[in-house]
């Protein structure tokens, strides 16, 4: 017992001792401790916007039909006729075919989506992952009204039942607001303004009995693919989307675009590493003393690589908390700028939105275990050298 309470006691005088060294050499301190939260804070940043987005999209997904057929020309969509929709649900097993005609349209030097359902076709409002804020939803056969995000609005300035005017090619087009949505999902209320069938025909120059896209939703979940896979070999020239694979391609999405930041990062700790390998290597002749009374005093060499190793654990701890703060502060505060255009591909022309971040236990147990374990081999091998030296030869500078 005697001797538990002895090495507890022990382990505690190297703990304070490794605080105290690491107030006393405050250049060390500063250049390991301020590289090393630069690093974490692009990595950081980069994992949490990266998160975020890909729990959105998949979100997004959730919502999204069963299958979503698609006409192709030149690997491009082009209208397709609504007889596709009569043959699908004919010799299909289908619960709901639900026709979209959709385009952009560039407002205030931002790209927006214009999309036009069926109100007697589409899915509920709460069906589709929206929620009407204020106003109300389409009835049928009306025309000239839309239903915008809530995003959209506060970037457009718009309130209900305002006129939203928009200019095309060959005609200039007006909307009265009657409902403004939310939604948990920031891409939607970003982006989207509904407006019924019809009307998004004529702006978008959408030949009558044509439609962008076709939206299938089954009873049974489990025929998805091979419902997926008859319209695949009948209509070779249709592109069919299902769920699963619209996950896939999000994910893929993402996590290429977050790799390639992943890259930078590791140049930057690789900086890091040599940052604190040089730190450590020439110590001044205070610290090279420090060891040489150290060992004169009786610590062996595991006592000093213990207290080496404790004061790397705080350093790399607080290193890591840092710029995590200093992460989340730039994604959260500061709409993540640079990072987020290059996350969202071509969104220099997206309207501005609230980056959704997603802080996950995982995310934060890799960037402390990024700031530490570098950290370790930057420090410990040099600090292993100097502990290793005979103390008189240290305490003579030999």
Not at 246 to 265: H, N, P, Q
């Amino acid at each position: 017992m005697k001797r538990l309470v002895h090495r507890f006691q022990q382990h505690s005088n190297f703990f304070e001792y490794s605080i105290r060294s690491i107030f006393t050499y405050k250049t060390r301190t500063i250049a390991i401790t301020g590289s090393l939260a630069i690093a974490i804070m692009v990595l950081g940043s980069t994992i949490f916007l990266s998160d975020g987005l890909l729990k959105e999209a998949q979100l997004s997904v959730e919502y999204a039909p069963d299958i979503t057929v698609q006409n192709m020309q030149a690997g491009r969509v082009v209208p397709m006729s609504y007889t596709y929709a009569e043959y699908f649900s004919r010799f299909l097993d289908v619960k709901r075919i639900v026709p979209r005609v959709w385009g952009y349209v560039f407002l205030e030097d931002s790209i927006y989506t214009l999309m036009g359902i069926d109100p007697s076709a589409t899915p509920t409002i709460e069906e589709m992952g929206l929620t009407v804020a204020s106003g109300r939803f389409f009835l049928p056969n009306e025309k000239n009204v839309a239903i915008i995000g809530s995003h959209v609005a506060d970037n457009l300035n718009i309130q209900l039942n305002d006129e939203v005017r928009i200019a095309e090619v060959h005609a200039f087009y007006s909307f009265t607001v009657i409902g403004i949505f939310d939604s948990d999902i920031s891409l939607f209320t970003s982006d989207l303004i509904l407006v019924d069938m019809e009307t998004s025909r004529d702006f978008l120059n959408v030949p009558p009995e044509t439609v962008t896209d076709l939206c299938i939703y089954l009873d049974d979940e489990a025929k998805i693919p091979s419902t997926a896979s008859v319209i695949s070999e009948v209509y070779p020239d249709l592109r069919v989307i299902t769920r699963e694979s619209m996950k896939d391609a999000v994910a893929s999405t993402y996590g290429i675009r977050s790799g390639y930041v992943s890259v930078l990062w590791y140049v930057l700790l690789i900086s890091v590493i040599l940052v604190a390998w040089n730190q450590a290597s020439s110590a001044s002749r205070e610290a090279q003393r420090e060891v040489g009374i150290l060992k004169a005093l009786g610590f062996s060499t595991s006592n000093i690589l213990e207290i080496r190793f404790l004061e790397t654990l705080i350093l790399g701890f607080i290193s890591a908390s840092i710029g995590v703060f200093l992460a989340i502060f730039y994604d959260l505060y500061l709409g993540a700028p640079i990072i987020r255009n290059f996350m969202l591909g071509w969104s220099a022309i997206y309207p501005d939105f609230p980056v959704p971040i997603y802080i996950g236990f995982g995310s934060l147990l890799t960037l402390y275990a990024a700031a530490i374990v570098p950290l370790l081999v930057g420090t410990l091998i040099p600090a292993w050298k100097s502990a290793i030296t005979e103390p008189d030869l240290v305490m003579r500078g030999s």
